[in-house]
């Protein structure tokens, strides 16, 4: 094990995070905030600490990255940034506890978005930007920026590309892991800013407009402001309801679309479903709606659309309390916390893909039953998917539901009722944000036990890397040579 490695290049993403915090100086000088001193002792400790593992393991080191350091380095990079973001909460007052402040860092970076706060807008809005913006940092993914500027990592690279973006296709854009990373991140920044772009165009200045862009293409959901994005008018709303949309399709395709390859698109199972699904689940909740609450059709299309691309992206904006909407309705918000955006994009849950690839395989199964004779293949995007690939995505939609049904236990066994419990793990592992009961859209985590916050927040950064990520180095052959 390459230990030396592990912690430089921890030390290099610790640089990175520390850089990113300086930026909180920006709006302490913009709106004169007293603030000054707890951002500073942040980055200063972010960086100090960053650029001593790097100095410390740069003696003598050897750039060859297998998969096991690729997987060890990027569970222990997430816990320890989660760690340092939370310390401009801590140094400045904004959130009480460590407990608080590493659940709010943690729910930030995984782009989870649920929250411990109880009045958002009585925070310094520099903090508020640092809270928008670990969304932003952790949406593409810290790790994979650094195997965009970190050459060195050579073949290396790729595993560590792939341990942290398990949900990033594994169709390379280009030969080189880092040329790759890079256009990906490209696509991110050049979405984040055309959406800040039409925002100011609704009249949103433009403290709010990067806030909310860092949350939208991110799929985070943070915003600065305590109604969330109900307040604002009908063009905002659709603004955001359209970059959701965009973020919660695989980054690839948006890279083959700017290339002019239209077939990619046209010929892409999982995109046809995301869509549908949207689509169809939107009509039906337009009509429960417009005929419950007796409302003009697009008020019910406005708040009908928005909560499912905001829920199914795992965004978590919410521009309406869909607990309050009959059964009917709800239902379906519930059931789509089991399904997720598209593979290779910021949103979390099991993937669209995922849920494609098992109803196929039941098909073509059902198909070899009925006609044992004849030859039936599982084609996804017009390919053969082998039995193996079939098998490991059934396995992994197994181990989420054990994983799911294992943690509601653990909260309630914490004194949380049976309801607040399953939505609050099948939040933090889909990294959605609010759920039901006392976590709905009108409430926060801030009742959550102490305990139950540090879990949840282990949950957060297991949905986030996937669950094998983490899983596998708590196996004993992980660790035998």
């Given at each position: 094990m390459n230990i030396r490695l592990v912690l430089n290049i921890l030390g290099r993403v610790l640089i990175i995070l520390g850089l990113f915090m300086c930026t909180n100086f920006i709006w302490v000088i913009v709106y004169h905030e007293p603030t000054f001193w707890g951002h500073f002792y942040s980055c200063l400790i972010t960086l100090l600490g960053g650029i001593g593992l790097y100095l410390c393991s740069s003696i003598h080191l050897k750039p060859s990255l297998g998969l096991k350091e690729s997987y060890l380095t990027v569970t222990f990079a997430w816990f320890v940034i989660s760690a340092f973001s939370a310390l401009p909460y801590l140094f400045t007052h904004s959130i009480v506890g460590f407990e608080n402040a590493f659940f709010e860092s943690a729910s930030g970076l995984t782009t989870t978005g649920a929250s411990i706060l109880n009045d958002i807008e009585s925070l310094p809005k520099s903090i508020l930007y640092w809270r928008s913006l670990t969304h932003w940092i952790g949406g593409m993914g810290i790790i994979v920026l650094v195997v965009a500027i970190l050459p060195m990592l050579r073949v290396g690279g790729y595993n560590l590309f792939k341990s942290e973006a398990t949900g990033i296709s594994y169709e390379k854009l280009t030969p080189r892991t880092a040329n790759t990373a890079k256009r990906l991140w490209g696509i991110y920044v050049g979405l984040t800013f055309i959406q800040v772009f039409f925002l100011l165009l609704g009249n949103m200045n433009l403290f709010?407009?990067?806030?909310?862009?860092?949350?939208?293409?991110?799929?985070?959901?943070?915003?600065?402001?305590?109604?969330?994005?109900?307040?604002?008018?009908?063009?905002?709303?659709?603004?955001?309801?359209?970059?959701?949309?965009?973020?919660?399709?695989?980054?690839?395709?948006?890279?083959?679309?700017?290339?002019?390859?239209?077939?990619?698109?046209?010929?892409?199972?999982?995109?046809?479903?995301?869509?549908?699904?949207?689509?169809?689940?939107?009509?039906?909740?337009?009509?429960?709606?417009?005929?419950?609450?007796?409302?003009?059709?697009?008020?019910?299309?406005?708040?009908?659309?928005?909560?499912?691309?905001?829920?199914?992206?795992?965004?978590?904006?919410?521009?309406?309390?869909?607990?309050?909407?009959?059964?009917?309705?709800?239902?379906?918000?519930?059931?789509?916390?089991?399904?997720?955006?598209?593979?290779?994009?910021?949103?979390?849950?099991?993937?669209?893909?995922?849920?494609?690839?098992?109803?196929?395989?039941?098909?073509?199964?059902?198909?070899?039953?009925?006609?044992?004779?004849?030859?039936f293949v599982l084609r996804i995007n017009g390919e053969v998917v082998d039995d193996e690939k079939v098998s490991n995505i059934l396995g992994f939609i197994v181990l989420y539901f054990v994983t799911a049904f294992i943690g509601t236990m653990v909260m309630i066994f914490m004194n949380v009722d049976a309801w607040t419990s399953v939505t609050a793990v099948l939040s933090s592992m889909g990294a959605i944000g609010p759920g039901f009961g006392s976590i709905g859209p009108t409430g926060n985590f801030y009742l959550i036990p102490e305990g139950g916050k540090y879990f949840l927040t282990f949950l957060m950064i297991l949905g986030r890397l996937e669950l094998t990520t983490v899983f596998v180095i708590f196996t004993g052959h992980f660790w035998k040579d």
């Open positions: 709010e407009s990067l806030c909310h862009s860092f949350g939208t293409i991110a799929t985070g959901g943070f915003s600065p402001k305590n109604d969330s994005i109900a307040g604002y008018s009908p063009y905002i709303q659709y603004v955001i309801m359209i970059f959701m949309l965009l973020s919660g399709i695989n980054f690839t395709l948006h890279y083959f679309t700017m290339q002019g390859k239209f077939r990619k698109l046209t010929h892409n199972d999982e995109l046809k479903t995301y869509l549908g699904i949207i689509l169809v689940t939107g009509i039906i909740i337009t009509v429960v709606l417009a005929r419950h609450f007796n409302l003009g059709i697009e008020e019910a299309f406005r708040k009908a659309f928005f909560q499912v691309i905001s829920i199914i992206t795992s965004t978590g904006y919410i521009t309406d309390d869909y607990l309050l909407w009959p059964t009917r309705g709800w239902i379906f918000i519930f059931l789509l916390f089991f399904v997720g955006a598209s593979v290779g994009s910021t949103g979390g849950g099991i993937k669209v893909i995922r849920l494609v690839v098992a109803f196929k395989s039941f098909y073509v199964n059902f198909l070899r039953l009925v006609h044992p004779n004849s030859v």
